[in-house]
Each structure stands twice: as structure tokens, then as C-alpha cells.
Nanobody, 127 residues
């Protein structure tokens, strides 16, 4: 079982940037595909970005392409989410998630695909 701990959230003005980190422990990091999701009160958790084990493949929520970048450092057991050009509608709790998979080049975009989750980090974008 893998444990995930997010960090890097905070309060930022619209147009600003944040980089979220998610550190993993407990199992070989390379065995997991990873994803970032976000949630606001009263709404379902939604997909933000995902990345394969190999780092070669990634995907994004359509509305976020060009502003957000997911990456992973398999040597540091950490996945990142670089967020640029932040907007008030990006406000929410951001969660990282992990799925053990035998497939090196597959990413997963559904909440239901991921059995392991971090505790979340709050991102607030002021207008």
C-alpha cells in the first residue's frame, strides 16, 4: 500500500502560479500511475491531470491544457502539478491519487480507477 502526502497549496491572486507536490512512500513509486483531482464543496471530485508510470504519457482536463503541467520524479517518489495563470474557478482542494498498474504507458482519468489518495491541499485563488 502506498501513502501519499500533498503540499504546496495556498492563497494566490488570479494570474499567479503554484506548484503542488505529492510525496509517496510505502511501495515502489514506479509501480504506480498517478493523478491529480480537485473538489469544491457540494460538487463531485473532478479530474485534473494524470501521468503514466513511464512519464511518457499524460493527460489533462480539457479546460486546463496549457496552464497546468503534471510531472513526476521517480527518483524522489514525488509527483508535481505546476499551475500557471490561476483563475478563481481553480479554487478547491487538490488531491493526488495512485493506482498500481502493470502498464508502463497508461494513464487513468477516472476517480474510480484510483484506490489510494492523499489528504488534499487547499488552493484558493482570489480575484
Amino acid at each position: 500500500q502506498v501513502q501519499l502526502v500533498e503540499s504546496g497549496g495556498g492563497l494566490v491572486q488570479a494570474g499567479g502560479s503554484l506548484r503542488l507536490s505529492c510525496a509517496a512512500s510505502g511501495r515502489p513509486f514506479i509501480d504506480y500511475a498517478l493523478g491529480w483531482f480537485r473538489q469544491v464543496p457540494g460538487k463531485e471530485r473532478e479530474f485534473v491531470a494524470s501521468i503514466s508510470r513511464s512519464q511518457d504519457n499524460s493527460d489533462y482536463r480539457a479546460s486546463l491544457k496549457g496552464r497546468f503541467t503534471i510531472s513526476r520524479d521517480n527518483g524522489k517518489d514525488t509527483v508535481y502539478l505546476q499551475m500557471n495563470g490561476l483563475k478563481p474557478e481553480d479554487t478547491g482542494v487538490y488531491y493526488c491519487a495512485a493506482k498500481e498498474t502493470p502498464y508502463r504507458n497508461t494513464y487513468y482519468n477516472n476517480v474510480q480507477s484510483y484506490p489510494y489518495w492523499g489528504q488534499g491541499t487547499q488552493v484558493t485563488v482570489s480575484s
